[in-house]
């Protein structure tokens, strides 16, 4: 089935357009173009996405320090205390709060994305709500976390 205006539809005749929201494709057809950006309405299931995406990156990343760290342990003792105290210092606790917060924000999203695989939450205002709920839900298990990682002593500036 064919999109296209009927020939001689002048009214919605695209060969006339002199917008450029049409494009004549190598067959002949004139089609419209996919919407920009600009058109798009943001809406947060669209940045609970993209934001999966962006963790996901981030955690790929992380898992290079995962191994340095076990390469340190590896190495032995020296090797180790010179890792410990470049990651303990303000900069790597930092970097360990960002891994923190793009895990618990992956994580969140996969139950959001297991939910929906389930056939739950597909409506517009279920997704949204659902794409809130992880994204706050991910950073308040991660600041839980540091939180508690600091008051029992176990981390400290």
Not at 14 to 38: A, E, I, K, Y
Request: with cysteine; aromatic share 12%; glycine share 12%.
């Amino acid at each position: 089935m064919s999109t296209s205006p009927l020939p001689g539809d002048a009214s919605n005749d695209p060969s006339d357009d002199q917008t450029g929201r049409f494009v004549v494709q190598p067959n002949g057809r004139v089609r419209p173009l996919s919407p920009h950006l600009q058109i798009w309405r943001w809406h947060v299931t669209m940045f609970a996405s993209i934001l999966n995406r962006m963790t996901g990156g981030a955690l790929s990343a992380g898992a290079v320090l995962i191994f340095l760290w076990l390469m340190a342990v590896a190495f032995g003792p020296d090797a180790y205390a010179t890792f410990t105290g470049w990651m303990g210092s303000p900069l790597g606790l930092l970097i360990w709060f960002g891994l923190t917060v793009a895990l618990c924000l992956h994580l969140a999203g996969g139950v959001r994305h297991l939910i929906w695989d389930a056939g739950h939450g597909l409506s517009p205002k279920a997704a949204d709500a659902l794409s809130w709920a992880s994204i706050i839900g991910g950073v308040v298990i991660a600041l839980a976390f540091w939180v508690f990682l600091f008051s029992s002593g176990r981390v400290a500036l």
